[in-house]
């Protein structure tokens, strides 16, 4: 079974990797005198056993394979935010080639696109993208809720799971991701400039790249997509979420290659949380905690292990 771990560090980092494995650290400069606690992260390790008998086996094997809401929340941001720190070679390698092909659909469409739609405009298309545009927004939103009511009132199952794993999908890719990327490369709009090489790093959140309503839309879409057999419903699901990349590009929001960005960053997230929610729910996984001071002569601080 493959293992993911991250560690998030308090303090002065330690310039040796911390191993996620189920064994506690090696004594020494690095964490003196102290050992890990390991923490409790499911109803079967919480529950007292009674004095000469053994916990009921069928209660146990529940437990573990319908974690909760929590524990499936916590391993989704673990894994999906710490998903680089275990690429390796290959996974570096596409992930390369993506932001290449990113960069390509750039160069070749960004100033012609921008051209092209802002010189084409037409009543029809006004109307269309003004109704799709805010389903990578706060109807995308309503959407998710739709699936929660009827889960819940009809105690439809999938409903609910698709429920939830478009709402962390969500979280995670365009309130997590999507914002990080938009500080950290600062990308100008061609609403705000005629060059789309325009990059002011580290300048604020409202920028470009990449676009925020693309990801959504492809998070959310992704997600009912993966969870339906019927190809009615991704064609739908896809094609109202190229729409609203589409009214991004239309109405001088964003450059191409940033609804490009968010439709990937949106469809990996949302693909990745469901594919790991599957494995969840029927108790595939497992997910240990361990928290230990980090004591040494150049180092202080604290770690958090978590390992699945």
């Not at 100033?111 to 029809?124: A, D, E, F, G, L």
């Not at 109405?251 to 960053?265: K, P």
Request: net charge negative; charged share 15%; aromatic share 8%.
């Amino acid at each position: 079974m493959r293992r993911f771990g991250a560690a998030i560090l308090a303090g002065t980092l330690l310039s040796a990797p911390v191993r996620a494995d189920s064994d506690p650290p090696p004594a020494g400069d690095a964490a003196e005198g102290m050992a890990p606690i390991r923490v409790a992260t499911s109803a079967a390790e919480l529950a007292p056993c009674p004095d000469g008998a053994a916990a009921d086996s069928e209660e146990t094997a529940e437990a573990e394979a319908a974690p909760g809401v929590g524990t499936i929340a916590l391993k989704d941001t673990l894994a999906t935010l710490g998903a680089p720190l275990h690429w390796n070679g290959r996974e570096w390698l596409v992930f390369g080639g993506v932001a290449a092909g990113v960069a390509a659909v750039g160069f070749a469409f960004d100033i012609p696109m921008r051209n092209k739609t802002q010189s084409h405009q037409t009543s029809t298309l006004d109307d269309l993208t003004k109704v799709v545009e805010p389903f990578g927004a706060g109807y995308s939103w309503a959407v998710i809720g739709a699936y929660g009511v009827a889960g819940f009132v009809f105690h439809d199952a999938e409903a609910k799971d698709i429920f939830f794993d478009s709402a962390i999908a969500s979280i995670l890719a365009s309130g997590i991701i999507t914002p990080t990327l938009k500080f950290v490369i600062g990308r100008e709009r061609p609403n705000e400039t005629a060059s789309s090489t325009s990059f002011h790093p580290f300048s604020g959140s409202d920028n470009a790249f990449p676009s925020g309503h693309a990801t959504q839309a492809f998070a959310v879409a992704s997600v009912i997509s993966a969870h339906s057999d019927q190809v009615w419903v991704s064609v739908t699901a896809y094609t109202i979420a190229g729409l609203v990349g589409f009214a991004r590009i239309y109405h001088n929001a964003h450059w191409t290659s940033d609804v490009t960005a968010g439709a990937l960053i949106g469809t990996f997230v949302g693909r990745g949380v469901v594919a790991l929610n599957k494995k969840l729910r029927a108790g595939e996984t497992t997910v240990r905690v361990a928290f230990a001071p980090i004591v040494g002569n150049r180092v202080r601080g604290a770690g958090l292990l978590v390992s699945f």
